[in-house]
């Protein structure tokens, strides 16, 4: 297990272990001087700068056996990729620092702007959920900064920030990690309600048979087969003040065997990470708390486990949603965007949210669509679009836009005794973009009519993963994407202007003139 800490200052003892990493023109911009107190006692100044001065792009050096190593990040980056290079991070600090010992310090050195995306992606590499019964090891890593650009040191504020944020990630990844049988409907809802209680916020459970009695024909109708019931589960954070309501929904399925649509041998191992979007709600909701987050903000967690059982739903089986809609069932394995459904209906009926966010893990058609590296995002609103955009370059968690056409997608989903059917007629045409317009048939009650709500859906099927291993996923892009309403500096200064800044900032200039 590895404690990770983050610091303003430099340690003033070498550890048994250091990494210095950052982007080759970063590292050849500091001295031996900003990382003697770590390495003098190893490693010469002339070694240093001779191997500072002939390292390569995306190389690893060792100073030091088994003690202190250098490596580089790519600096290669398109418009469609982040330019903090922390997708490179976890990868990096897994296979080039040093294992002695039982503390370690890592160094990163990058642009000031950069520091929250790198920071937190160092979180990435130390998963904490393990049931490996040989070489456990406890270790204490602390994660220092130099920023070539900027001599001021980090703040207080901003360690808080960093060090709740990697909590976040670690959470997350903590969650989809563990087996279904020891992170059950149940135990989600344990851990929120804990997490929830520690805040000190509101919190709502709504299980098993009370779904059903009151209305939520969706989370019910896909969960009830499972031993552990399925929940709604809702934190709610409403601060003095706040003027805006956010609803952040998430799904989780904690286990999708695909229901009587049943997945194949190969293709239902690793359906543990099909609660990925909740789990990284969870955690960014965590976050944005504890840093100081200023508007009404709520996290709708949609819990439910797809199993196949006598009362399991089955094709053909009609659900009514919290929505008030029906929906026909021709697909038990679309069951992600059914929980989703009752979850951004709630939002919008019982929340009253101005913004509502979903993500999840909904679609193989996401991997096809953006890739491992950018999760899917579909939006009513073009100016949040960027926003989402903006947040993922600067976050590490990237995303890029899918087509929003309900008037040529829609129909997919055409029903002869019902509103809807839950499964695209031609998976062949945009089935990402269409799975996530299910969810927002939910949210509105006619896709052109006007509505003040923006809605915001994020398919993280694939990025949720980097092979067996979880990656947190979520809480960095939605404290970035967000953050103009955190009191935290560090988050603010990298958060795009919200369309309702600008809004604001027009008044006040014309209020000027």
Known sequence: MVSLSYSSVMPQEAPPACLILGEQANLQRISFSDVESLISNRVSAKVFNEV??????????????????????????????????????????????????????????????????????????FPTYSLKTRDVTTRDVTVCFI??????????????????????????????????????????????VKIGRDLGVDVTVVSGEQLKEQGFGGIYGVGKAAESPPALCVLSHKPAGATKTIAWCGKGIMYDTGGFSIKTKTGMPGMKRDCGGAAGILGAFQSAVECGFSENLHAVLCIAENSVGPRAAVPDDIHILYSGKSVEINNTDAEGRLVLGDGVAYARKDLNADIVLDMCTLTGAQGITTGQHHAAVLTNNEKWESCAVKAGLSSGDMVFPIVYA??????????????????????????????GLFIGAHLFDDYFKPSPIVWIHVDMAYPVHIGERATGWGPALLLTLFGRYSTSSLLSDIAPVLPADQASKRAKQEEMC
Do not use: W
């Not at 920030?161 to 992170?183: F, G, H, Q, Y």
């Open 52 to 125: 500072l001065a002939d390292i390569g792009e995306s190389e690893g050096v060792s100073l030091y056996p088994k003690a202190v190593s250098l490596a580089t990040l790519s600096s290669k980056h398109s418009r469609h990729t982040t330019p903090t290079a922390a997708h490179h991070v976890m990868d990096t600090v897994s296979k080039h620092l040093p294992k002695n010992g039982n503390s370690a310090v890592v160094v990163v050195v990058c642009h000031r702007q950069h520091v929250f995306a790198c920071g937190v992606a160092v979180a990435r590499a």
């Open 147 to 192: 920023t070539p650009d900027d001599s001021s040191p980090l703040t207080e504020q901003d360690i808080k920030v960093l060090t709740s944020t990697a909590k976040s990630i670690r959470l997350a990844a903590d969650i989809v990690d563990r087996p279904r049988n020891e992170m059950t409907c149940d135990d989600l809802v344990k851990c929120a």
């Open 406 to 435: 309900p008037e040529v997608h829609f129909s997919e989903f055409k029903s002869s005794v019902a509103d809807m059917k839950n499964s695209v007629a031609n998976r062949s045409n945009a089935q990402c973009s269409c799975a």
